[in-house]
């Protein structure tokens, strides 16, 4: 099937659902509003990371468009060794690699050679995306939050630290929120102040254990990602 046959796929699916909202709810819908609805489904369907693509349809090999097939955008979750969460809640920690070797009794170069390989299978960006792939998926539940008081972060502190949890560099940030680099160097300083952080890593980590960047300001992180490498 050719590229452009695929990127109708989606507008063929809308147009589908859009009919059969139509057909079923009758004059309880108009057009317009089966139309917006379709899209919306459409995107949702999209943005929850599936692919949606159309296959040959086995009973007649002339119809592509017979048969619409949803399959998974994003790659599974890595296996995790035995020592990850342990190398995980080090970076979440902000502690160095000396001092994660020193707490595991692993020599230092075998530690940086693993968080290496933990980020590669992760597809992390830096050991600050890794943690906050690590709490996005739920791995972090066994370490207990730090105890320190919840403080207040403006919005701007907030925005930075989210495209720091995406693995991005203060050049990408600042393409993104239209500031200077050196701006986002400040903005981080600062939320790095109020929360204590010793390092990107450490403030993510403390930015999701006060509930800062559950509630994202971009929508997904990958798409900040997308944004920034353009």
């Given at each position: ?140 539940t066994h370490l207990r ?22 693995g991005l560099t203060n ?60």
């Amino acid at each position: 099937m050719t590229p452009q046959v695929l990127g109708l796929v989606p507008d063929a699916v809308a147009a589908a659902i859009a009919a059969a909202a139509v057909e079923e709810l009758a004059e309880r819908i108009t057009v317009a509003e089966a139309s917006a609805l379709a899209r919306r489904a459409v995107r949702c369907i999209r943005r929850d990371g599936w692919h949606i693509t159309a296959l040959a349809h086995h009973d007649d090999p002339g119809d592509e468009m017979a048969v619409i097939a949803f399959s998974p955008a994003k790659a599974p979750p890595p296996v995790l060794r035995r020592y990850d969460l342990a190398l995980l809640a080090g970076l979440a920690r902000g502690y160095r690699t000396h001092e994660i070797s020193a707490q595991t009794g692993v020599p230092v170069k075998t530690i940086r050679n693993r968080i290496f390989r933990l980020r590669r299978r992760m597809g992390a960006h830096s050991s600050a995306h890794a943690v906050d792939m690590a709490y996005e998926r739920g791995w972090m539940t066994h370490l207990r939050p730090e105890e320190r008081p919840r403080v207040h972060l403006p919005k701007r502190q907030i925005e930075v630290l989210v495209g720091v949890a995406a693995g991005l560099t203060n050049e990408q940030i600042g393409n993104i929120l239209g500031i200077s680099r050196e701006t986002v160097a400040r903005y981080l300083a600062r939320a790095f102040t109020r929360l204590g952080a010793r390092d990107r890593a450490h403030a993510v980590a403390l930015a999701w254990q006060q509930g800062h960047l559950p509630a994202r300001m971009f929508a997904k992180a990958p798409a900040v990602i997308q944004r920034g490498a353009a």
